[in-house]
T-cell receptor, first 114, second 115 residues
């Protein structure tokens, strides 16, 4: 049972345009959401997070939006740069339930073309 | 470099052998996690520690797997009688528990190949 779903395995955008990566979750106990970026042969790198008390969090070129009623979040990267090419993982945790583990989606491979 | 450190980076072992991986978390972090990642999948939770206490274990962690964090600092993950299905990237992460929400920082992983 996939509690965190990233339905697009890949996404290709042009440099300078916006990249939008989507993530859906099913567990209503999740209250903290994170995005990680992963290059081949490296561990995931933390990018940005959002708690359930917010609907938007911004950090430079990266913005995460949370729609709790739809159980949906998205990561916007603008403008996209070739160095953003990587696999992006959405993760969620449910601290209210007492579990500190992160549940990850399967990832979306982003390719930013020069 | 004060990030999460994992050793070794790569391990090739024969089926049936035991292997042990080490993780050194960021020094002030009190939580330490182990995850496993296979091709095309996201990281899957295995277990986590708060200080030296192992607080949660996934059912993925069969009795061939054991993890320790004896002094609340570094951690080891041992796999006994390895099987080909154990081939994966083993990731360690750490975080500082403060308040309700905290991000975890990952090491570069140990890639295990069982032949």
């Amino acid at each position: 049972d996939q509690q965190v779903k990233q339905n697009s395995p890949s996404l290709s955008v042009q440099e300078g345009r916006i990249s939008i990566l989507n993530c859906d979750y099913t567990n209503s106990m999740f209250d903290y959401f994170l995005w990680y970026k992963k290059y081949p042969a490296e561990g995931p790198t933390f990018l940005i997070s959002i708690s359930s008390i917010k609907d938007k969090n911004e950090d430079g070129r990266f913005t995460v939006f949370l729609n709790k009623s739809a159980k949906h979040l998205s990561l916007h990267i603008v403008p996209s740069q070739p160095g953003d090419s990587a696999v992006y993982f959405c993760a969620a945790s449910g601290t209210q339930g007492g579990s500190e583990k992160l549940v990850f989606g399967k990832g979306t491979k982003l390719t930013v073309n020069p | 470099d004060t990030g999460v450190s994992q050793d070794p980076r790569h391990k090739i072992t024969k089926r049936g052998q035991n292997v042990t991986f080490r993780c050194d978390p960021i020094s002030e972090h009190n939580r330490l996690y182990w995850y496993r990642q296979t091709l095309g999948q996201g990281p899957e939770f295995l277990t986590y520690f708060q200080n030296e206490a192992q607080l949660e274990k996934s059912r993925l962690l069969s009795d061939r797997f054991s993890a320790e964090r004896p002094k609340g600092s570094f951690s080891t993950l041992e796999i006994q009688r390895t099987e080909q299905g154990d081939s994966a990237m083993y990731l360690c992460a750490s975080s500082l528990a403060r308040g309700r929400w905290t991000e975890a920082f990952f090491g570069q992983g140990t890639r295990l190949t069982v032949v």
